[in-house]
């Protein structure tokens, strides 16, 4: 199943509630901060135990598609920064975080840095696109020892995934061009501490694209984790960026429709896919990184993105969007 239409079974899956049964538990933490506590049994599931998605696919006023191919951070450009969420401040995610495009991304970071650094997007794409990476727990890492790794209860050796980014349109309208500098955020890195109301996630097995869920896969021999963070793509036309980096962008409600006072621009589904070795793919095999109080919980896994295209690199996403193609 192509990466577009598994994408609406996510978002589907979410809207009812259906994938995040059960992952409450998590709220019962293993243990304190840093100590690197192994994730628990329960954030785990066998994925052909999983439901299947009940979806109707609904046509779409802007029904094409973009791929911006941005390659799946062979230069291994990560830090355990966020310029984003905190700007000029060294590890403050306390956990590392893979890039792709950007490639001078790190915490001292802005427009204008960006916009002078390289960027391993074919389109010269400048924009900065950043998530928490994925760890083989039962492997050591090379960083066991260094703040964001180990020192920040982050242990095993960091997966590398095949990475793709999807621009897509909205159901009800035609979209809009994204601003130039516009920043957004999905997902919520600290659900133990601010609760549930941020938390969209999405994960699954290649080959079982009709079953999501929010806790971890343990996929069939061969078969790859997948995982997917969907961006928020209703904007409030004014802002490039909020002190929570979301109320100036939303989601669309669950229907499909932007809220009032807001217009759609191209919805980023950012999917990662990783070969997690034969021995990790069993319960506690495999975890993402995150902040040491929140115990590797699948539910926090988040994302940032810092959009930098110009001019003529959105329009021509918007005109591919819209007519209907599949770039």
Same mark, same amino acid.
């Given at each position: 199943?192509?990466?577009?239409?598994?994408?609406? +079974? @996510?978002?589907?899956?979410?809207? *009812?509630?259906?994938?995040?049964?059960?992952?409450?538990?998590? /709220?019962?933490?293993?243990?304190?901060?840093?100590? !690197?506590?192994?994730?628990?049994?329960?954030?785990? *599931?066998?994925?052909?135990?999983?439901?299947?998605?009940?979806? /109707?696919?609904? =046509?779409?006023?802007?029904?094409?598609?973009?791929?911006?191919?941005?390659? %799946? %951070?062979?230069?291994?450009?990560?830090?355990?920064?966020?310029?984003?969420?905190?700007?000029?401040?060294?590890?403050? @995610?306390?956990?590392?975080?893979?890039?792709?495009?950007?490639?001078?991304? %790190? !915490?001292?970071?802005?427009?204008?840095? +960006? &916009?002078?650094?390289?960027?391993?997007?074919?389109?010269?794409?400048?924009?900065?696109? &950043?998530?928490?990476?994925?760890?083989?727990?039962?492997?050591?890492?090379?960083?066991?020892?260094?703040?964001?790794?180990?020192?920040?209860?982050?242990?095993?050796?960091?997966?590398?995934? =095949?990475?793709?980014?999807?621009? $897509?349109?909205? $159901?009800?309208?035609?979209?809009?061009?994204?601003?130039? !500098?516009?920043?957004?955020?999905?997902?919520?890195?600290?659900?133990?501490?601010?609760?549930?109301?941020?938390?969209?996630?999405?994960?699954?097995?290649?080959?079982?694209?009709?079953?999501?869920?929010?806790?971890?896969?343990?996929?069939?021999?061969?078969?790859?984790?997948? #995982? &997917?963070?969907?961006?928020?793509?209703?904007?409030?036309?004014?802002?490039?960026?909020?002190? %929570?980096? =979301?109320?100036?962008?939303?989601?669309?409600?669950?229907?499909? /429709?932007?809220? #009032?006072?807001?217009?759609?621009?191209?919805?980023?589904?950012?999917?990662?896919?990783?070969?997690?070795?034969?021995?990790?793919?069993?319960?506690?095999?495999?975890? +993402?990184?995150?902040?040491?109080?929140?115990?590797? $919980?699948?539910?926090?896994?988040?994302?940032?993105?810092?959009?930098?295209?110009?001019?003529?690199?959105?329009?021509?996403?918007?005109?591919?969007?819209?007519?209907? $193609?599949?770039?």
């Amino acid at each position: 199943m192509k990466v577009k239409h598994w994408t609406a +079974l @996510a978002v589907a899956a979410l809207v *009812v509630g259906g994938s995040a049964a059960g992952i409450g538990i998590a /709220r019962a933490h293993g243990g304190g901060p840093g100590t !690197g506590t192994a994730p628990q049994k329960a954030f785990y *599931v066998d994925i052909t135990k999983v439901r299947p998605n009940k979806v /109707r696919i609904e =046509r779409r006023a802007s029904p094409g598609s973009f791929v911006n191919k941005c390659g %799946n %951070n062979e230069e291994k450009h990560r830090n355990s920064d966020n310029h984003i969420a905190a700007p000029g401040v060294v590890n403050a @995610a306390q956990h590392q975080h893979d890039h792709v495009g950007n490639l001078t991304t %790190n !915490g001292r970071s802005n427009d204008r840095s +960006l &916009l002078r650094g390289g960027t391993t997007c074919v389109t010269g794409d400048k924009s900065s696109y &950043l998530w928490p990476v994925l760890r083989d727990l039962t492997r050591n890492g090379d960083d066991a020892g260094q703040p964001g790794g180990g020192k920040d209860g982050n242990l095993g050796a960091i997966l590398d995934g =095949r990475v793709t980014l999807l621009f $897509r349109g909205n $159901r009800f309208q035609q979209v809009v061009a994204a601003p130039q !500098g516009l920043r957004m955020t999905t997902g919520d890195a600290k659900p133990g501490e601010n609760g549930p109301g941020n938390v969209r996630v999405s994960w699954t097995c290649k080959g079982f694209e009709d079953r999501t869920t929010a806790k971890y896969p343990v996929c069939p021999r061969g078969r790859s984790v997948v #995982r &997917l963070l969907e961006y928020p793509s209703c904007w409030d036309g004014r802002s490039l960026d909020s002190a %929570n980096h =979301r109320d100036h962008v939303r989601f669309p409600d669950s229907s499909g /429709r932007c809220p #009032r006072n807001t217009v759609a621009i191209p919805q980023l589904d950012m999917t990662v896919e990783y070969a997690v070795p034969a021995k990790a793919n069993v319960a506690q095999g495999f975890a +993402l990184d995150g902040f040491p109080q929140e115990n590797h $919980r699948p539910d926090s896994d988040h994302g940032f993105v810092h959009l930098l295209m110009n001019r003529a690199q959105m329009g021509d996403v918007v005109r591919c969007v819209n007519s209907g $193609r599949t770039c």
